[in-house]
């Protein structure tokens, strides 16, 4: 749960033995090691001159990692990550309530 920098996130690492659920969940992680655990920084405004914009990370090592990506790769990492995390959000609510609608449901006679 702590990296070698010593920060503790909460995230099972990959040999801590956790049960997960049946997509995986927080015992199995499916995300390689070789990507770096990263916090957000920063995104700038587009340079609508070049049609870019700046995205920003800071690692555990104190590194900040500063990339550029063109207004349609910026467009395709957004959708994408909004698209994992729907999918998430999903499952994390079928895991807390199986069976059970999530909001209440009206009837006609309401």
């Known amino acids: 749960m702590s990296d070698p920098n010593g920060v503790n996130d909460g995230v099972p690492e990959q040999d801590e ?12 992680r499916r995300l390689p090691q070789i990507y770096k655990r990263a916090t957000w920084r920063n995104v ?21 990692i500063r990339m550029r990506l063109s207004v349609d790769h910026a467009r395709h990492l957004a959708g994408a990550i909004s698209g994992y995390l729907v999918d998430h959000d999903v499952r ?3 895991d807390k309530s199986p069976g059970m609608p999530s909001d209440s449901v009206s009837t006609p006679d309401e």
Not at 44 to 60: K, M, N, S
């Open 17 to 28: 033995a956790v049960v997960g659920n049946r997509w995986g969940g927080p015992g199995v």
């Open 92 to 94: 994390i609510q079928s």
């Open 44 to 64: 700038t405004p587009v340079d609508d001159g070049f049609r870019e914009l700046g995205v920003g990370f800071d690692l555990a090592t104190g590194e900040t």
